[in-house]
């Protein structure tokens, strides 16, 4: 049996709301929770995808389907959805038309103190310095 191929959806969002939504702000963190997700289902995530209110119907989210390498879509949370499609009953609609799973990890967010949030905004603020994360 072939392996289910993921696409794992993360939400752009702007650093400056680390502080009010630290999980939609800290991409890791959410591919990292569909990558276990994917995991624990004995999925394999092919594809990380980024988008900040992209449409449904857009290009960039059916490409990789399209040529065959992802089977289902899964997302963190219907937060991390909201943020990243600007119609989520919309891309639950275009899914089914088009056969493809959707799903959510469903997982509990992360919780972020002072030093947290630091290590989210090093990492984000200072990509062209080489700072890995680690």
């Given at each position: 049996?072939?392996?289910?191929?993921v696409?794992?959806?993360?939400?752009?969002?702007?650093?400056?709301?680390?502080?009010?939504?630290?999980?939609?702000?800290?991409?890791?963190?959410?591919?990292?929770?569909?990558?276990?997700?994917?995991?624990?289902?004995?999925?394999?995530?092919?594809?990380?995808?980024?988008?900040?209110?992209?449409?449904?119907?857009?290009?960039?989210?059916w490409?990789?389907?399209?040529?065959?390498?992802?089977?289902?879509?899964?997302?963190?949370?219907?937060?991390?959805?909201?943020?990243?499609?600007?119609?989520?009953?919309?891309?639950?609609?275009e899914?089914?038309?088009?056969?493809?799973?959707?799903?959510?990890?469903?997982?509990?967010?992360?919780?972020?103190?002072?030093?947290?949030?630091?290590?989210?905004?090093?990492?984000?603020?200072?990509?062209?310095?080489?700072?890995?994360?680690?």
């Amino acid at each position: 049996m072939d392996d289910v191929r993921v696409a794992a959806i993360a939400s752009l969002t702007p650093l400056e709301e680390l502080d009010s939504n630290p999980f939609l702000v800290d991409t890791r963190s959410q591919h990292a929770m569909c990558a276990r997700w994917a995991h624990d289902k004995g999925y394999v995530v092919t594809r990380q995808l980024l988008f900040y209110g992209i449409r449904p119907d857009h290009d960039a989210l059916w490409a990789d389907v399209d040529a065959g390498h992802v089977d289902l879509f899964v997302a963190p949370n219907e937060r991390v959805l909201a943020r990243a499609l600007t119609d989520v009953p919309g891309f639950f609609a275009e899914c089914e038309r088009r056969g493809v799973r959707l799903e959510t990890a469903g997982l509990d967010e992360p919780s972020y103190d002072a030093a947290a949030k630091a290590d989210v905004h090093r990492r984000l603020s200072m990509p062209t310095a080489g700072y890995d994360g680690c």
